[in-house]
């Protein structure tokens, strides 16, 4: 092996006796190294968002969820089977990511790699993640409006799914569902990044789509417009209940995305080579 083909690493299982890398294990290395990269350039975009991008792909991407719960719904209320109806809420995550809008929690992974990488700053990341909250909620709390006025029949299955999140104890099994909410939608994120094929995708997100609303995870945004539907129907749900349950799902469904899965992707990296700076051109072509 030629002098510059040799690659150092800490990693002594992957080291010959002069200390280069094995060629297999060289190319496991390139490619981490390029999903990195891809990763970091998506973030960063994400976090030099202007403000009216910021809004409109938030507000799209609670109404594309509440595109999800319809077909939950619809599902659920002819077939009474949570597991058939959590296929067909993918519909929603589909609809997310070829419309390529943005979910509050798909922020736990992406836009954390770029300030890893010096792309952006934390005022960037709580801007997203605060404007992306707010206005997922507001889109899916005026798609659940339309819904409700378009299918009344849907009232008791909307009344009856609400009351599984809203009337849980904070107690141990609450918190479990929590985390795992905020880990299924990150490691959907991962596995969306992780691949360049859009049939892939679209698997992964019938799958996670599957796990989320079929197993009633607790996911601050989808369950939230869910809960928004059965406020609508004016059964006996209301915003403090709502807020009863909000309030810890959010920092837990972070904790779950932000400690379980991008914790260990940054332990990863962080054998990588340093990123470049942040890149102004980012900024540039996103100022409105």
Known sequence: ???????????????????????????????????????????????????????????????????????????????????????????????????????????????????????????????????????????????????????PEFHEVLEESARHFVDAPLDGRAVALSLLGGIVITVLTRMQQGTESDGVKVVAAFAAGFLLAGLSLFHSVLDSILIFGAIHAEGSVTFAEWLGWFWYVVPLNMIGGLVFVTALRLVRASELPEAPGPDNRVVESRRD
Request: no cysteine; glycine share 12%; net charge negative.
């Open 1 to 151: 092996m030629r002098e510059k083909d040799l690659r150092r690493t800490d990693d002594r299982v992957a080291q010959d006796a002069d200390g280069a890398v094995d060629p297999t294990a060289a190319r496991a290395e390139a490619e981490v190294d390029e999903s990195f990269t891809a990763t970091v350039e998506k973030g960063a975009e994400k976090l030099h968002r202007g403000w009216r991008a910021l809004v409109t792909t938030g507000i799209f991407g609670g109404l594309e969820i509440g595109l999800g719960i319809l077909a939950y719904l619809a599902v659920l209320h002819e077939t009474g089977n949570h597991l058939l109806a959590g296929l067909a809420f993918g519909i929603g995550l589909v609809a997310l990511y070829l419309a390529h809008s943005e979910l509050f929690t798909e922020g736990f992974l992406l836009p954390v790699m770029a300030i890893f990488a010096g792309r952006g700053t934390w005022w960037q990341l709580l801007r997203l993640w605060g404007v992306t909250l707010l206005t997922n909620l507001v889109g899916g709390w005026v798609f659940m409006w339309l819904v409700v006025q378009a299918f």
